[in-house]
């Protein structure tokens, strides 16, 4: 079921990947209660149907449809089943029930499937990324599984169970880009699996994808639900933000905006993304530049904080990778000489910034080890 007939910077930009079948189930086990015999599910941005194979089982619905803009793949997806209408088409533009053959009134749309994700923002491949097919304008984004769930709440479904990054509904300034999704569904369900669980996916960072399922509801959604949200896990841990103090609230994570004289003896921090970008990146830096932080000396000991949290990332699982880093602040009080300690140790040009002594490194290691198991719990790996 690999999408083979593409070549490697196709698969990218039209977001073709093949979805593993065991995720394939969950989605259908999370739709299966809400499917009745004036039911249409469609995918539309099927591939070559994987997600439509249960149609074939008697769920007494209406209608199956699949869609892709990839004649190949519909080609392929029409010999693997003749129980689904297939449609070749971009399905992105001129967005409508219409468009599909879909009755306004009388059908319960459900949308299924794993839409492309390409954010052209993103460093990440960002030379080969490119959006060569048009998007209506009242859904175009930066990012095409944004478009393709605003395109979802044109078609007015009234349920939606579709993979996308956990980053789409955690990080708040994407939230925002979802209003018009945000504002008329809500988040019902929610299972968290590692895009490093896709055969063809990028391995050096892994990060979260969510089977989410929504509900048509006009009340929508606001980000508080989301950072009071109880995810599940695919080990079956149940995960919610809030159970969590994040560094945000104790230091800044981007460079200030307005260009100040660099004083003399100051500090530096890289720039801090999410848990994800840490791990690619540096924390203390010794030279300023454009994606330095000028640390405030008097948040110093939390900048020792974030900086042995790098090196403990490892005790993490991979739906933490886009979060901010946590921190429980009282408990990081008791241990914090060790973590001083620990970070002058990786950087000794830090220690004339305390006035300390070092404490052996069998010690740092056992309280670090302590603090790490008592902050993450249940999802201390």
Known sequence: MSQTHLGYKDRVNLGSYYTPPKFVKLAWELIEPYIDSQTTVVDTACGYGAFLKNSIKDYGQSQTIGCDIDEDAINIARKNTDKVQFYQKNTLHN?????????????????????????????????????????DEDISSRDLGISFLRSYNKLEADFICVLHPLSYLIKQTNFRHLKEFTANY????????SSGEFPESAKHTPFPIIIALYQR???????????????????????????????????NKYPSKQHQPIPDESLFFWTMRDINALKRNRTFVQNYSSNTIVIDKTKLDYYVYVDVFKRNIPRLPFYFGNCDVPIDDSLFKQYKQCFISDSIRHHPYLEKHFQTELIKKEQVETKIDMYFKDLLGIHHV
């Not at 809500?186 to 699996?193: P, R």
């Open 95 to 135: 967005v409508s029930r219409e468009n599909f053959g879909i009755s306004q009134q009388s059908t319960k749309l459900i949308v299924v499937g794993n839409p492309p994700y390409n954010d052209r923002t993103s460093l990440i491949r960002n030379k080969i990324k490119k959006v060569g097919f048009e998007v």
């Open 186 to 193: 809500k988040l019902v369900n929610g299972i968290l699996i």
């Open 217 to 251: 509801d006009t009340l929508g959604m606001e980000y508080s639900d989301i950072r009071s949200f109880t995810f599940r896990t695919i080990d079956g841990n149940p995960f919610c933000l809030s159970d969590f103090e994040y560094i945000t609230n104790y230091i």
